[in-house]
């Protein structure tokens, strides 16, 4: 089944403990991204890859890594959380086609709660 | 960056359309306009795409402004299941492939 798979979905942690958030899919996506999602906020982009070796800042990237080493993976590394980095976060997928961002598919989110 | 401009809310009846609006006033000639929705404690799902001709898919209709300023999701025939969060969104080509979300339009639909 083609998804986008996200690990932990439930974490609560402490200020300041380095933590990662996985990112998966099998679909062999050459577009991945992070999104955070706060209430009366909407979603925000964090970062973004275009393929392999390749990434790049979203809308809000402060207090977040990312890497990606694998096509698959696009983890999310938070080096010291802060409490305002309580959130529910999305990973997505798409093709890239000459380009062209095409549809993105969506993982189940992850809720994130920095004491 | 190009921005979007959404209402905070509509409201339908049930098996009547839906006409969603999206203001993208600064929007370049090489943005792309992507519509998603997110339901109820679901993540988002995607709607529709396009760049200047107006397209459609299963799940609905995409109109484009002449002017590319504007564009309108149209849902054919609203059910239960269509009451979302729905987001416009650009892909912003001369910011690399970052994309803008707006801050949605809450759908509800009534029986």
């Known amino acids: 089944e083609a998804q986008v798979t996200q690990n932990p979905r439930y974490l609560i942690t402490v200020t300041g403990k380095k933590l990662t958030v996985t990112c998966s899919q099998n679909m062999n996506h050459e577009y991945m991204s992070w999104y955070r999602q706060d209430p009366g906020l909407g979603l925000r982009q964090i970062y973004y890859?275009?393929?392999?070796?390749?990434?790049d800042k979203g809308d809000v990237p402060e207090g977040y890594k990312v890497s990606r080493k694998e096509k698959r993976n696009f983890p999310l590394i938070l080096e010291s959380p802060s409490p305002n980095q309580t959130s529910l976060y999305f990973c997505?997928?798409?093709?890239?086609?000459?380009?062209?961002?095409?549809?993105?598919?969506f993982g189940p989110g992850t809720r994130l709660t920095v004491l | 960056d190009a921005k979007t401009t959404q209402p905070n809310s509509m409201e339908s009846n049930e098996e009547e359309p839906v006409h969603l609006p999206c203001n993208h006033s600064t929007i370049s000639g090489t943005d792309y306009i992507h519509w998603y929705r997110q339901l109820p404690s679901q993540g988002p799902e995607y709607v529709i795409h396009?760049?200047?001709s107006n397209v459609n898919n299963r799940m609905a209709s995409l109109a484009i402004a002449e002017d590319r300023k504007s564009s309108t999701l149209i849902l054919h025939r609203a059910t239960l299941r269509d009451a979302a969060v729905y987001y416009c969104?650009?892909?912003?080509?001369?910011?690399?492939?970052?994309?803008?979300f707006g801050a949605g339009t809450i759908l509800r639909v009534k029986s």
């Open positions: 396009g760049l200047t």
């Open positions: 969104i650009l892909r912003a080509m001369e910011y690399g492939n970052k994309l803008v």
């Open positions: 997505a997928s798409s093709t890239l086609l000459a380009g062209v961002l095409n549809e993105q598919f």
């Open positions: 890859s275009m393929n392999v070796e390749v990434t």
